[in-house]
């Protein structure tokens, strides 16, 4: 299954920009209910003014809002962004923690994002359970579970820990791409003879 979409996709990478850990972090919590062609617009210029923890503890809520102002619930994502960064500040020292444990432990970031990070920008093993490998997984059988985080722990029960972010994003982007989420396409997936979902029958 890996290998086939390997092939569809050789480069699989997540759609957020980023140049380091902080700014994923920060543009993975933006984008809950909201594009990713959003964010890294959005995103440009939030790290132009707030590119460390201590600059977006050192603003405003107002100065944050403002420019965040195009995002959906910005106001909630704004006052997160901002007890996030004081919690990176108090409990490590402004970096971004390399563990689940630790990564959960700050305001607005749940599992997803955290695996999120773990994995994109550190490239560690980490199972991103976002909407699109949520559907995906369902559909090919992986797991039954609705929960993101009990589907990411079924899934790691079939997943050797070091293809797991590799495989998070080749789902990703064929959630994204081929498995579309009203109707996936799957006349154009090389998964059809595995996927007991496949609409062709093959
Ligand atoms: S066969 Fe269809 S439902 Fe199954 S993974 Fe491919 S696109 Fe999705």
Same mark, same amino acid.
């Given at each position: 299954m890996r290998k086939r979409l390997k092939e569809l996709y050789p480069d699989p990478h997540l759609e957020l920009e980023f140049t380091e850990p902080f700014q994923l972090l920060i543009a993975a919590? +933006?984008? &809950?209910q909201e594009s990713d062609k959003k964010i890294n617009t959005v995103g440009k210029e939030f790290f132009k003014k707030f590119g460390t923890p201590q600059k977006v503890v050192n603003a405003s809520l107002e100065e944050i809002e403002k420019v965040l102002s195009s995002v959906n619930f910005y106001r909630r994502k704004a006052r997160l962004i /901002?007890?996030?960064c004081e919690v990176l +500040?108090?409990? *490590? %020292? @402004? /970096?971004?923690p390399t563990s689940i444990e630790e990564m959960v432990k700050l305001p607005g970031v749940g599992r997803k994002t955290a695996n999120m990070v773990l994995g994109g920008a *550190? @490239? +560690?093993? &980490? +199972?991103?359970?976002? %909407?699109h490998v949520l559907r995906v997984s369902h559909r090919l059988g992986l797991t039954a579970e609705k929960n993101p985080d009990k589907a990411e722990k079924e899934l790691e029960k079939v997943t050797e820990p070091q293809w797991r972010t590799e495989i998070s994003l080749l789902l990703m982007n064929h959630g994204k791409r081929i498995c579309l989420a009203r109707n996936p396409v799957c006349e154009k997936c090389p998964l059809c003879d595995l996927c007991p979902s496949c609409k062709t029958g093959i």
């Amino acid at each position: 299954m890996r290998k086939r979409l390997k092939e569809l996709y050789p480069d699989p990478h997540l759609e957020l920009e980023f140049t380091e850990p902080f700014q994923l972090l920060i543009a993975a919590i +933006l984008a &809950a209910q909201e594009s990713d062609k959003k964010i890294n617009t959005v995103g440009k210029e939030f790290f132009k003014k707030f590119g460390t923890p201590q600059k977006v503890v050192n603003a405003s809520l107002e100065e944050i809002e403002k420019v965040l102002s195009s995002v959906n619930f910005y106001r909630r994502k704004a006052r997160l962004i /901002k007890r996030c960064c004081e919690v990176l +500040l108090e409990k *490590f %020292r @402004g /970096k971004i923690p390399t563990s689940i444990e630790e990564m959960v432990k700050l305001p607005g970031v749940g599992r997803k994002t955290a695996n999120m990070v773990l994995g994109g920008a *550190f @490239g +560690l093993p &980490a +199972l991103i359970m976002d %909407r699109h490998v949520l559907r995906v997984s369902h559909r090919l059988g992986l797991t039954a579970e609705k929960n993101p985080d009990k589907a990411e722990k079924e899934l790691e029960k079939v997943t050797e820990p070091q293809w797991r972010t590799e495989i998070s994003l080749l789902l990703m982007n064929h959630g994204k791409r081929i498995c579309l989420a009203r109707n996936p396409v799957c006349e154009k997936c090389p998964l059809c003879d595995l996927c007991p979902s496949c609409k062709t029958g093959i």
